[in-house]
T-cell receptor
Framework: GAVVSQHPSRVICKSGTSVKIECRSL??????MFWYRQFPKKSLMLMAT?????????EQGVEKDKFLINHASLTLSTLTVTSAHPEDSSFYIC????????????FGPGTRLTVT | QKEVEQDPGPLSVPEGAIVSLNCTYS??????FMWYRQYSRKGPELLMY????GNKEDGRFTAQVDKSSKYISLFIRDSQPSDSATYLC???????????FGTGTRLTIIP
């Protein structure tokens, strides 16, 4: 089956620093990748949609200058949380969609970010 | 009002029981309906995927969609301790890639 990995699985950083999270599709090419944020006992909140080679589309209320998304290749997307603050602490999950027109999303295992 | 409502639980049932999980939604434009299982500190795993109204069965899992009532269900037969997880419903409009999730129901199967 389709496998999506994320790295790191958990990261602790200090306020004011930036942290990068990688999302990779291991055995398929992902034309579209999605970044979600999940709070405890809350639903997944879509942050942005990224298509390979083009700018990400951000959901309303998500600061694009704070959450930088790059989808440089068909197997890799990165989310960089810039100038992190404790309120950015959360579980970040990516998903990848294979071919255009085939709409199943495969989710990564998530990255736990803690900002101290 | 949230677009998708799901009782967060927690729900505890004895092993072997039939589990019923439900979501309601308000947007009649939703056409595709999914159920995901999420273990603690892991990403969601797709369990069931249905289009429009009707039933779909896969092993011990049955998904039902009633578009007239804007109500979807997931049934788990012969529940096992390994079924203990959070179950999220999700749905999307035809041709739109964006998934809208419920809050998830935390399920525990008691041996």
């Amino acid at each position: 089956g389709a496998v999506v990995s994320q790295h790191p699985s958990r990261v602790i950083c200090k306020s004011g620093t930036s942290v990068k999270i990688e999302c990779r599709s291991l055995d398929f090419q992902a034309t579209t990748m999605f970044w979600y944020r999940q709070f405890p006992k809350k639903s997944l909140m879509l942050m942005a949609t990224s298509n390979e080679g083009s700018k990400a589309t951000y959901e309303q209320g998500v600061e694009k200058d704070k959450f930088l998304i790059n989808h440089a290749s068909l197997t890799l997307s990165t989310l960089t949380v810039t100038s992190a603050h404790p309120e950015d602490s959360s579980f970040y999950i990516c998903s990848a969609r294979a071919l255009a027109g085939y709409d199943e999303q495969y989710f990564g295992p998530g990255t736990r970010l803690t900002v101290t | 009002q949230k677009e998708v409502e799901q009782d967060p639980g927690p729900l505890s049932v004895p092993e072997g029981a039939i589990v019923s999980l439900n979501c309601t939604y308000s947007n009649s434009a939703f056409q595709y309906f999914m159920w995901y299982r999420q273990y603690s500190r892991k990403g969601p795993e797709l369990l069931m995927y249905t289009y429009s109204s009707g039933n779909k069965e896969d092993g011990r899992f049955t998904a039902q969609v009633d578009k007239s009532s804007k109500y979807i269900s997931l049934f788990i037969r012969d529940s096992q301790p390994s079924d203990s997880a959070t179950y999220l419903c999700a749905m999307k409009k035809g041709g739109n890639e964006k998934l809208t999730f419920g809050t998830g129901t935390r399920l525990t199967i008691i041996p």
